[in-house]
């Protein structure tokens, strides 16, 4: 008896915790379990209510009452009292981070090191030996130990995916098919598989096509950056170079200026000079005569006074230089005025060119981005704008968060602002645009002007120059409910447009490319009116609100 134990020792070892049975129990698949550790598998399932074998995963619905396998029991009794113990198994190793647990481990888990595909189960050394026992022949698919065994399972009927449903494009149960998928177009795993495995085929090698043309693409893009970065250096130099010489030219004509006034300066101061030593040598002599005379005329000696008269009562001889008329009104002011004049020249000039300048920079483009043409490609480059109380005028009210703008027809009590409008009912938004941007808003009234301004525009005064489109500081699309069309202004001058039938408004902004854009948004996005030009400076949303019925809302 003790040697057909010895034999078929692993009859009577209990899969999990690979020892002799201890009140070993059967269930009614047939394998057989201590009842500690069957207890302890089944503890971890109780959440589910559904229990299984922790080899064939048979399920159990409710859990199974255990009862003692009593000729198991006494067998293994028999074994224990022979002293034969269970072969030492091989050095096993614990699951560490990253590897995959062995399933049917209770307590320390072991690394696994193999997968059944069968079973839905992952096995340690240990395991995997006991479960080929279970199966011999080796029917079931195993695969190298992998963590993504639970995808293969059904998660409503906690099954097997083996079939592939062709109308839902996904991985069901049998159970499925006569449920949910009653019906569809459904074919075997391994079917599905190779259907997909040509689309693959097909996808890879369109993959492979845009790998290459990215490759390609990345290859002319790194050298396009490597060319504008030394053309970028060289601009630089040359520029540095330019500017140094036109500050030392400069420099010249201040210093030849200065020059020039100091020379006159001291050309006239000389002759100045030159002139009050004459004048007050010839004041000395005077007074030294008109001394004498004043003596004289207090003398009484007649005979002195006669005999002295003739030689004091002469004249003294008055020299050319006391004829000479002084200018009363020096001054280099007209200088000034010439430096000023020519001070104003070159910032207008050098204003101009830099605008040339400018332009022709921001046409040095590495990429040329393309135009959006759908209302999906404007939204990518949607942005977040807010309404500024601070250049609102004291007729329009705020409110949503600074988002919407009412003519409220009333003075509100704002605080006087530098920016603030005074003379038309308009906004400015806070947040400015200086590259590519894209927002909507939403109107209703009488008639509103959707803008775009630089900051510059005129704020005060009943002058043109505050009002939008009237100058060359604001675009405008006039929209309006009483009148069959709308408009276009810019720098006072109006293009007649369709009327616009949506009450919803979309702006494009390009602010490098010098693109603006207005769009009518309804079911589909109609162009209104496009502008092609140079932008100079940053670029804000406005608002001209016409009356108390009319309002505007950033979306």
Same mark, same amino acid.
């Given at each position: 008896?003790?040697?057909?134990?010895? +034999?078929?020792?692993?009859?009577? =070892?209990?899969?999990?915790?690979?020892?002799?049975?201890?009140?070993?129990?059967?269930?009614?698949?047939?394998?057989?379990?201590?009842?500690? @550790?069957?207890?302890?598998?089944?503890?971890?399932?109780?959440?589910?209510?559904?229990? +299984?074998?922790? %080899?064939?995963?048979?399920?159990?619905?409710?859990?199974?009452?255990?009862?003692?396998?009593?000729?198991?029991?006494?067998?293994?009794?028999?074994?224990?009292?022979?002293?034969?113990?269970?072969?030492?198994?091989?050095?096993?190793?614990?699951?560490?981070?990253?590897?995959?647990?062995?399933?049917?481990?209770?307590?320390?888990?072991?690394?696994?090191?193999?997968?059944?595909?069968?079973?839905?189960?992952?096995?340690?050394?240990?395991?995997?030996?006991?479960?080929?026992?279970?199966? !011999?022949?080796?029917?079931?698919?195993?695969?190298?130990?992998?963590?993504?065994?639970?995808?293969?399972? @059904?998660?409503?009927?906690?099954?097997?995916?083996?079939?592939?449903?062709?109308?839902?494009?996904?991985?069901?149960?049998?159970?499925?098919?006569?449920?949910?998928?009653?019906?569809?177009?459904?074919?075997?795993?391994?079917?599905?598989?190779?259907?997909?495995?040509?689309?693959?085929?097909?996808?890879?090698?369109?993959?492979?096509?845009?790998?290459?043309?990215?490759?390609?693409?990345?290859?002319?893009?790194?050298?396009?950056?490597?060319?504008?970065?030394?053309?970028?250096?060289?601009?630089?130099?040359?520029?540095?170079?330019?500017?140094?010489?036109?500050?030392?030219?400069?420099?010249?004509?201040?210093?030849?200026?200065?020059?020039?006034?100091?020379?006159?300066?001291?050309?006239?101061?000389?002759?100045?000079?030159?002139?009050?030593?004459?004048?007050?040598?010839?004041?000395?002599?005077?007074?030294?005569?008109?001394?004498?005379?004043?003596?004289?005329?207090?003398?009484?000696?007649?005979?002195?006074?006669?005999?002295?008269? %003739?030689?004091?009562?002469? =004249?003294?001889?008055?020299?050319?230089?006391?004829?000479?008329?002084?200018?009363? +009104?020096?001054?280099?002011?007209?200088?000034?005025?010439?430096?000023?004049?020519?001070?104003?020249?070159?910032?207008?000039?050098?204003?101009?060119?830099?605008?040339?300048?400018?332009?022709?920079?921001?046409?040095? %483009?590495?990429?040329?981005?393309?135009?959006?043409?759908?209302?999906?490609?404007?939204?990518?480059?949607?942005?977040?704008? =807010?309404?500024?109380?601070?250049?609102?005028?004291?007729?329009? @009210?705020?409110?949503?968060?600074?988002?919407?703008? %009412?003519?409220?027809?009333?003075?509100?009590?704002?605080?006087?602002?530098?920016?603030?409008?005074?003379?038309? !009912?308009?906004?400015? @938004?806070?947040?400015?645009?200086?590259?590519?941007?894209?927002?909507?808003?939403?109107?209703?009234?009488?008639?509103?002007?959707?803008?775009?301004?630089?900051?510059?525009?005129?704020?005060?005064?009943?002058?043109?120059?505050?009002?939008?489109?009237?100058?060359?500081?604001?675009?405008?699309?006039?929209?309006?409910? +009483?009148?069959?069309?709308?408009?276009?202004?810019?720098?006072?001058?109006?293009?007649?447009?369709?009327?616009?039938?949506?009450?919803?408004?979309?702006?494009?902004?390009?602010?490098?490319?010098?693109?603006?854009?207005?769009?009518?948004?309804?079911?589909?996005?109609?162009?209104?009116?496009?502008?092609?030009? =140079?932008?100079?400076?940053?670029?804000? !949303?406005?608002?001209?609100?016409?009356?108390?019925?009319?309002?505007?809302?950033?979306?």
């Amino acid at each position: 008896m003790a040697d057909a134990t010895q +034999s078929n020792l692993d009859l009577f =070892t209990c899969p999990v915790c690979l020892d002799l049975l201890r009140d070993p129990v059967t269930l009614h698949c047939g394998h057989s379990y201590c009842t500690g @550790c069957i207890k302890d598998c089944w503890d971890q399932e109780d959440q589910k209510g559904v229990f +299984s074998c922790p %080899q064939c995963r048979q399920t159990f619905t409710p859990r199974p009452v255990l009862n003692k396998n009593n000729i198991f029991a006494e067998l293994v009794e028999q074994i224990r009292n022979s002293r034969i113990r269970p072969v030492v198994p091989a050095p096993v190793v614990c699951a560490g981070a990253g590897d995959v647990e062995c399933d049917v481990c209770t307590g320390r888990k072991l690394k696994a090191v193999k997968s059944c595909l069968d079973c839905l189960l992952s096995y340690c050394e240990t395991h995997y030996k006991v479960h080929n026992d279970v199966n !011999p022949g080796r029917k079931h698919k195993m695969v190298d130990a992998t963590g993504q065994l639970q995808e293969r399972i @059904c998660t409503q009927h906690e099954k097997p995916l083996e079939i592939f449903c062709r109308t839902d494009q996904s991985c069901v149960c049998f159970l499925c098919m006569v449920d949910e998928h009653k019906g569809h177009d459904t074919v075997s795993a391994s079917a599905g598989r190779k259907e997909k495995q040509t689309h693959l085929g097909e996808t890879q090698r369109k993959c492979q096509q845009r790998i290459l043309e990215r490759e390609k693409e990345l290859q002319e893009l790194r050298k396009a950056v490597e060319t504008l970065k030394s053309s970028a250096q060289t601009a630089v130099e040359d520029s540095e170079r330019v500017f140094t010489e036109m500050i030392r030219s400069i420099e010249r004509r201040r210093s030849e200026v200065t020059e020039l006034i100091r020379g006159q300066e001291k050309a006239e101061v000389s002759r100045a000079d030159e002139h009050l030593e004459q004048l007050e040598e010839e004041i000395a002599e005077l007074k030294r005569r008109n001394a004498e005379l004043e003596q004289l005329s207090h003398t009484e000696d007649h005979i002195h006074f006669l005999k002295t008269f %003739q030689s004091v009562s002469s =004249t003294p001889e008055t020299k050319a230089v006391s004829s000479t008329r002084v200018n009363q +009104s020096l001054s280099f002011d007209a200088v000034k005025k010439s430096i000023s004049s020519l001070k104003g020249q070159l910032e207008d000039f050098c204003k101009d060119e830099l605008m040339k300048i400018s332009a022709a920079v921001t046409e040095v %483009q590495v990429m040329l981005p393309a135009e959006p043409t759908t209302r999906e490609d404007f939204l990518q480059y949607s942005c977040h704008f =807010t309404l500024d109380p601070n250049t609102a005028h004291k007729q329009l @009210c705020l409110s949503e968060g600074n988002r919407r703008v %009412q003519n409220c027809a009333q003075v509100q009590p704002y605080a006087d602002h530098p920016e603030r409008f005074d003379f038309k !009912p308009q906004v400015l @938004c806070r947040e400015g645009v200086s590259g590519r941007c894209y927002w909507e808003v939403e109107w209703c009234g009488q008639y509103v002007d959707i803008a775009v301004s630089y900051k510059s525009i005129s704020r005060k005064g009943r002058v043109t120059e505050s009002w939008f489109g009237r100058s060359d500081q604001a675009w405008l699309l006039r929209t309006t409910s +009483s009148s069959p069309r709308c408009s276009f202004w810019h720098n006072s001058e109006e293009i007649k447009l369709p009327l616009v039938a949506s009450s919803r408004i979309g702006v494009y902004v390009d602010h490098r490319a010098g693109t603006l854009a207005f769009y009518s948004i309804s079911d589909t996005m109609t162009l209104l009116h496009r502008v092609q030009t =140079t932008f100079t400076h940053t670029l804000y !949303p406005g608002f001209y609100v016409y009356s108390a019925s009319s309002s505007v809302k950033l979306l």
